[in-house]
């Protein structure tokens, strides 16, 4: 039974780029929330998706955005990248069916170099 | 603001001891607590889970418990060994429209030593 799946697992881009992150949920889970880790620190929520639409949002700038497709994937996009934007990024998936609360399975994460 | 404390960057002890992680919170009460481990480069991987109206919950060697009046969780590893060295994480869960949604502390670093 496949868990979260991240992709890719290391990117490096420019200040000022692009960058899209993909996720697959752990089979029959239909929520994916995203976290950003930066180096010695927790993660930190940016977004969750639910029924292909962003339920919750943290405090990131709009530069953060995201999306979720009919078969639960979800990706994150963040434009004009920062220096600062270097981190792990983390993905959970989570099946709102088992009901609340509920620990959640996190994939092992896109580290994210801005040079 | 639902700030979560993890007081102890790291935490050294020998095989065999009982290791205890604290894990502090401001404001009011989290409707549960939650923790995870991770070890380097990988995603957190959960442990336990703690409702704000349960003392304590067990799970092998692990223990957790929540002191709302403390406003304090302990995290317990008993016959600690060598492979629980990873970085141990506390979240608590928000309230309402932020149920969802965790708010993790930075974490402590246990090292176990033979």
């Known amino acids: 039974d496949a868990g979260v799946t991240q992709s890719p697992t290391h990117l490096i881009k420019t200040r000022g780029q692009q960058v899209t992150l993909r996720c697959s949920p752990k089979?029959?889970?239909?929520?994916v929330s995203w976290y950003q880790q930066a180096l010695g620190q927790g993660p930190q929520f940016i977004f969750q998706?639910?029924?292909?639409?962003?339920?919750q949002r943290g405090n990131f700038p709009d530069r953060f955005s995201g999306h979720q497709f009919p078969n639960y994937s979800s990706e994150l996009n963040v434009n004009a990248l920062l220096l600062g934007d270097s981190a792990l990024y983390l993905c959970?998936?989570?099946?709102?069916?088992?009901?609340?609360?509920?620990?959640?399975?996190f994939g092992s994460g896109t580290r994210l170099t801005v040079v | 603001s639902q700030k979560i404390e993890q007081n102890s960057e790291a935490l050294n002890i020998q095989e065999g001891k009982t290791a205890t992680l604290t894990c502090n919170y401001t404001?009011?009460?989290?409707?549960?607590l939650q923790w995870y481990r991770q070890d380097p480069g990988r995603g957190p991987v959960f442990l336990l889970l703690?409702?704000?109206?349960?003392k304590e919950k067990r799970k092998e060697r692990l223990k957790v418990t929540f002191d709302t009046t403390l406003k304090q969780s302990l995290f317990h590893i008993t016959a600690s060994q060598p492979a629980d060295s990873a970085t141990y994480l506390c979240?608590?869960?928000?309230?309402?429209?932020?149920?969802?949604?965790?708010?993790f502390g930075r974490g402590t670093q246990l090292t176990v030593w033979p």
């Open positions: 703690i409702r704000e109206n349960e």
């Open positions: 979240a608590r869960g928000g309230r309402g429209s932020t149920l969802g949604r965790l708010y």
């Open positions: 998706y639910y029924e292909e639409e962003e339920r």
């Open positions: 404001n009011y009460s989290p409707a549960y």
């Open positions: 089979s029959g889970h239909d929520t």
């Open positions: 959970a998936s989570s099946w709102e069916g088992q009901g609340f609360p509920y620990g959640y399975t």
